[in-house]
């Protein structure tokens, strides 16, 4: 019992002070909490896409492909005889178009 008495008033004692220690939060700030806390109840969940592959498109890319890719060394040896074979670059276009259309569908 004297125990009690003595433990009381020190239980009451820190109760006041970690009460005291509690920091009121200002107004604007928990208004702010409550604006971001509605905002992101109104933020639609992302939506997940749906990654289809056409497997027949990217076969038919990729070996247009490889047989755009193939005639360009013939065309650089062209070159060593000092001819510039009129359709390279645009080869090199479609070979860039190409590439960055398998891409895409393999990284959507």
């Known amino acids: 019992m004297k125990l009690l008495r003595c433990a009381l008033p020190f239980f009451v004692f820190a109760t006041s002070l970690t009460l ?5 939060v ?16 109104n933020v639609p969940p ?31 040896s062209s070159m060593e005889k000092g001819l510039l074979p009129k359709d390279m670059i645009e080869k090199l276009r479609e070979i860039e178009k190409l590439s960055k259309q398998l891409r895409r569908q393999l990284n959507p």
């Open 20 to 24: 005291a220690q509690v920091k009121a």
């Open 26 to 41: 200002p107004l604007g700030v928990r208004q702010a909490d409550q604006t971001e806390a509605q905002t992101e109840k």
């Open 46 to 76: 992302p939506v997940a896409r749906q990654t289809h592959l056409d497997v027949a498109k990217l076969s038919h890319d990729a070996d247009e492909l490889a047989r755009i890719a193939q005639t360009i060394p013939s065309d650089v």
